[in-house]
């Protein structure tokens, strides 16, 4: 059974860069045609989908947030990465960590979500 | 971006009902619909994919039906561990857009 689990900071100051990490236990991040991605939920708002990798690195990134994004991956650590610059309050949320079944984004295994606030 | 509108945004129910849930997108995306829960505080699940693929795990008392414009979710019997927020998402085309979601609630 795949599991996915988002880390890193809970707190982070309005223009600085956010960066979180999701760890893959239970299966390979290299194995089969699946894509690692990020999705976000505002408070008590719906889900926005920011991006995902593929191990051999190709990347997507929704063009609203394409400016400030990077999806990087590490095959070695089993993780897959997300920095988000010049934050703003705008971009407090709740950030899931997802396996896309094979690229069209339909998201089959999830990480239990990490609040993100963006504060001073 | 393609426009995603459900319909109703929230209901109430009672366990045994029959509840359909309703996903319009503002362009064609033949059957590329799927369909996820998501219960207060946890990550969304998915339920169906491409319209009408149950996915595994998922009780056969969820389906999905549609192409085109217009789609729905349906629970056949409600369930008290059904109550939960329904998004639909469209995965024809960039970005990949979910719709505001549908509260199910206990009446």
């Known amino acids: 059974q795949v599991q996915l689990q988002e880390s890193g900071p809970g707190l982070v100051k309005p223009s600085q860069t956010l960066s979180l990490t999701c760890t893959v236990s239970?299966?390979?991040?290299?194995?089969?045609?699946?894509?690692w991605s990020w999705v976000r939920q505002h408070p008590g708002k719906g889900l926005e989908s920011i991006g995902y990798?593929?191990?051999?690195?190709?990347?997507y990134y929704n063009p609203s947030l394409k400016s400030r994004v990077t999806i990087s991956v590490d095959t070695s650590e089993n993780q897959f990465s997300l920095k988000l610059s010049s934050v703003t309050a705008a971009d407090t949320a709740v950030y899931y960590c997802?396996?896309?079944?094979?690229?069209?984004?339909?998201?089959?295994?999830w990480g239990q979500g990490i609040l993100v606030t963006v504060s001073s | 971006d393609i426009q995603m509108t459900q319909s109703p945004s929230s209901l109430s129910a009672s366990v045994g009902d029959r509840v359909t849930i309703t996903c319009r997108t503002s362009?064609?995306?033949?059957?590329?619909l799927n369909w996820y829960q998501q219960k207060p505080g946890k990550a969304p699940r998915l339920l169906i994919y491409?319209?009408?693929n149950l996915q595994s795990g998922v009780p056969s008392r969820f389906s999905g039906s549609g192409s085109g414009t217009d789609f729905t979710l349906t629970i056949s019997s409600l369930q008290p561990e059904d109550f939960a927020t329904y998004y639909c998402q469209q995965s024809y085309n960039t970005p990949k857009t979910f719709g505001q979601g549908t509260k199910v609630e206990i009446k």
């Open positions: 362009q064609s995306i033949s059957n590329y």
């Open positions: 491409t319209a009408s």
């Open positions: 990798v593929h191990h051999r690195g190709s990347t």
């Open positions: 239970g299966g390979s991040i290299s194995g089969g045609s699946h894509y």
């Open positions: 997802a396996r896309d079944r094979d690229g069209s984004e339909i998201f089959d295994y």
